[in-house]
């Protein structure tokens, strides 16, 4: 047995930073044990507590974080791993546990972390079967899912069985599970696929100054600007990599209360980002802030689509009127069939209405909703069922609304437009929040 202690004494300027702690593992260890303590939890007079969590490496990459959790021990075997962790030979080697700052209030912060390493056999060692579930294909349609959620492996207070659960009582097709910083939960989660369930693996990337979502991977992502990385290069890693990446909540409370939440990356505004997600948890004044956003980066001349994610940390209690849903038209019912209709922003985000559209051009060339007209006049044709009293549709052409419908009884509606560069189409209820917006279908001027 060894057992390794690490101090220090940190200040509010020590916010934000990543503090390496080097330890080395030799031959024959079984188990990995290591402990944080940290005082005080809330510096006096500070309104909010201090906020740091750890990230475990290997001499070969992550091991996990559970970010935001009040438990920060770490137990490692060859077979098991605390929750945020990853299990898996305990290589001998260099490891480094670091201390995530995301937050020191007050002068006044100690901190320590034990390292444990024992040579000792663990009893009941042994490998945990998480067998992949598996979806049998479809084929082409309209797909709904939620492409957001956390789990108890970083701060949601749901195992991941719950929140297969979560999936399967509110009949979405597709789920995306993104925890802070670690992939720990998704071998698990795939294996809750079935004929009626599509799961998609992700993470969200939870730095200091703004948060994206990598949908469709399995592999840890770097999210951290170390060695000279910026945003757009993180980005471009996990586009690379064949995930989607989608910045996440951009107009969200930010520091000190909602620590790194809002998107604060000057060079990715939105630099090479495809997609945005303009609507977080249940609709509210943030998120009207995203879409605007949004709009303006279109108008800019940005090709991007936009998402929708509950955000989900708990089970949904009672009536969640005002989360949306992404519906998705995917030529496959799976991971990369849902992945590729979203790329191509062949989705709506909806809050309860269904639309279906008709859009043509001007030579008769027809569209689905994120693809390009290659004429400059969009004639559309639309049917919204679950319409309710006072929903009004708002017709958008390159971010300004050129028209407000109140639909007759047939809720159908039609016009043409002549946008420069896009149009959405939006449903609002009587008090104004959205409950329905489509992505843009583009024209070929400019
Ligand atoms: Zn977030
Ligand atoms: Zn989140």
Known sequence: MQTIEFTGKLTESDTKRH????????????????????????????????????????????RGARHNNPDQSIRLTHHTASKGYLPGTLLPGEWDVVLDTHRILGDDFTYT???????????????????????????????????????????????????????????????????????????????????DLVTI??????????????????????????KGL????????????????????PRSIGDPRCTGCRWEFDDMMPGNAPAVEVWNGLWNERNAEGVALFYEWLNAGHR????????????PRGNIRGAAVNVVYAEHYSAEGILAGLRKGNSYLSAGPMIEM????????VARIGDTLPGS?????????????????????????????????????????????????????KAGDMRLITNPVFVNRS
């Open 19 to 62: 503090l390496s702690h080097v330890f080395t593992v030799p031959e024959g260890v079984q188990s990995i044990t290591i402990e944080l303590t940290h005082a005080p939890h809330k510096a006096p007079g500070q309104p909010y507590p201090n906020q740091v969590s750890l990230s475990l490496f290997d001499s070969n990459g992550s």
């Open 304 to 315: 991007m689509v936009c998402t929708a994610g509950t955000d989900l940390h708990a089970y």
């Open 358 to 365: 008709k859009l043509s051009d001007e030579n008769g060339n």
């Open 230 to 249: 910026t945003m757009p290069d993180l980005a471009q890693r996990i586009m690379d990599s064949g995930a989607f990446y989608v910045i996440a909540h």
């Open 201 to 226: 693996g992700g993470m969200e990337l939870t730095t200091y100054y703004g948060h994206c979502l990598a949908l469709g991977t399995s592999e840890w992502q770097e999210w951290r600007l170390v």
């Open 113 to 195: 972390i034990t390292v444990t390493l024992s040579e000792e056999e663990v009893p009941d060692d042994a490998p945990i079967d998480h067998t992949p579930g598996t979806t049998v294909d479809r084929g082409p349609g309209w797909y709904r899912g939620d492409l957001h959620s956390h789990t108890n492996h970083t701060d949601g207070k749901l195992d991941v069985a719950e929140l297969a659960q979560y999936a399967r009582d509110f009949k979405l097709d597709f789920l995306a599970l993104t925890d802070h910083n670690t992939v720990s939960p998704l071998a698990e989660f795939y294996s809750y696929a079935n004929d």
């Open 377 to 429: 006049n969009v004639s559309y044709n639309i049917t919204v069922s679950e319409f309710e009293p006072g929903d009004t549709l708002r017709v958008i052409a390159d971010g300004t609304v050129v028209e407000t419908i109140t639909p007759d009884g047939s809720h159908s509606m039609s016009g043409r437009y002549a946008p420069n560069r896009w149009m959405t189409f939006e449903v609002h209820d």
